[in-house]
Nanobody, 116 residues
Framework: QVQLVESGGGLVQAGGSLRLSCVAT????????MGWYRQAPGMQRELVAL???????IYGDSVKGRFTISRANAKNTVYLQMNSLKPEDTAVYYC??????????WGQGTQVTVSS
């Protein structure tokens, strides 16, 4: 059974930084994509960033230049460094895992709130 456990959310002032972490446990194929999506109230879930097991990354347009995704393959862990946070970054952030030729998995979500 694969589980994703997120940590690092919280309340921060605009312009501040937060770092999210997500650890994947269970039987996971080594070739996979990990990343983050977010969902604000009344909005659709949107891509924040994804990273392949080889280290290639893509970002949502609204976070480019401010957020950085990274991973530690040996630890099955993905990180999201969020800098220059804005109130519009306020959302529940979900960890995502898509192993090669397996179903995808989601974390339970962690709240990020940016005050103005």
């Amino acid at each position: 059974q694969v589980q994703l456990v997120e940590s690092g959310g919280g309340l921060v002032q605009a312009g501040g930084s937060l770092r999210l972490s997500c650890v994947a446990t269970g039987s996971i194929f080594s070739s996979n994509n990990m990343g983050w999506y977010r969902q604000a109230p009344g909005m659709q879930r949107e891509l924040v960033a994804l990273i392949t097991s080889g280290g290639s990354a893509i970002y949502g347009d609204s976070v480019k230049g401010r957020f950085t995704i990274s991973r530690a393959n040996a630890k099955n862990t993905v990180y999201l460094q969020m800098n220059s946070l804005k109130p519009e970054d306020t959302a529940v952030y979900y960890c995502y895992l898509k192993p090669y030729r397996q179903d995808d998995y989601w974390g339970q979500g962690t709240q990020v709130t940016v005050s103005s």
